[in-house]
């Protein structure tokens, strides 16, 4: 099958497109499916360009990056139930900047009809990140307020829909640039990070997420109420030992299926919006993390059509 594979780490340059990488081999509980399209998104590049961070997330080389996908069941194992070959499927998955992927069927959501195939592709990773940033690192309830700095972005759009969906009372933090747009979520308010003005009369919180990280998120530690929850993507937060009444609790996401379904029927339906940026084909994965890398403002997807 053709792929792409990094062989060692690097700039986007490392990113090898090969015809000749054998096709996966399916177990009896697993799919294959024939990928549509996956995207870009920042762990990708940071795999790529650091060997600590491979590490971090259990990769070695020569390996294949991608965690979302898209696409066309080609064959199922004999212990599968609930899916045939033919039936369109997203998931969060691995290696699937290539042709071919093998999963298990236990991760893959139906694509709702009449959605697009290609577009469902910008929605696993973020969607489970934002979500679970939510639901399981901050634990939001019904009422609570929320703040989500980076809130336009494709991760922050979708934890916004997740706090709205649970009856959170909802803030949007972004750069001021991105005022106009961030309304346009149908938040409860908007707080423009960059502003130190508009920083310095900002409230508590009883939770913050945060898909920053860096100086923004020290500062936005100070207005989480005590008791109240961070909830951060990118690590230990610098000065959280000055906050010992408020818990951070870090994340990654994993899969969810369940979850995942709820997202794209959402997405389809018009309940929230994910811009995608544009479209590269597979062969071109490198000028694709490049051009995503750059804040793309949207989604940028891998064809492997």
């Known amino acids: 099958m053709k792929a792409i594979v990094l062989e060692e780490f690097g700039g986007p340059e490392k990113l090898l497109y090969k015809t000749d990488v054998p096709d996966p081999e399916i177990n009896d509980d ?17 795999i790529r360009s650091s060997s600590q961070v491979a590490s971090m997330m259990g990769v070695s080389l020569p ?17 599968v139930s609930g899916v045939t070959t ?37 929605l696993p990773l973020v969607a489970l990140t934002g979500d679970q940033l939510i639901r399981e690192a901050c634990q939001v309830e019904p009422g609570q307020s929320v703040l989500i700095s980076g809130a336009t972005g494709s991760v922050g759009r979708c934890a916004v829909h997740s706090a709205k969906s649970l009856g959170a009372k909802v803030f949007a933090g972004v750069r001021k640039k991105h005022i106009d747009e961030a309304k346009a979520l149908g938040v409860d308010g908007v707080v423009a990070l960059d502003d130190e003005d508009a920083m310095q009369q900002l409230g508590r919180f009883d939770c913050v997420a945060d898909t920053v990280g ?21 690590g230990p937060v610098a ?16 899969p969810d299926s369940n979850r995942l379904k709820d997202f794209a029927e959402d997405l389809h339906s018009g309940k929230f919006s994910l ?13 694709a993390q490049t051009f995503a890398e750059k804040d793309s403002g949207g989604k940028v997807l891998l064809l492997a059509l």
């Open 63 to 79: 390996a294949i990056l991608g965690f979302d996908v898209t696409g066309i069941v080609r064959a199922v194992g004999r212990n």
């Open 30 to 46: 697993e799919v294959l499916i024939a990928v549509a399209a996956s995207s870009i998104n920042p762990a990708d590049w940071k």
């Open 214 to 234: 860096g100086a923004v998120a020290t500062t936005l530690l100070n207005h989480v109420r005590d008791g109240g929850v961070f909830g951060s993507l990118t």
């Open 86 to 122: 033919g039936d369109r499927v997203v998931a969060l998955a691995k290696n699937t900047y290539a042709e071919l992927v093998t999963l298990p069927a236990s991760l893959i959501t139906h694509i709702p009809d009449g959605m697009d195939t290609v577009d469902a592709a910008a």
């Open 239 to 254: 000065g959280a030992e000055l906050h010992p009444t408020v818990r951070v609790a870090m994340m990654h996401a994993h």
């Open 275 to 287: 811009p995608i940026a544009t479209r590269f084909s597979l062969e071109d994965a490198g000028k």
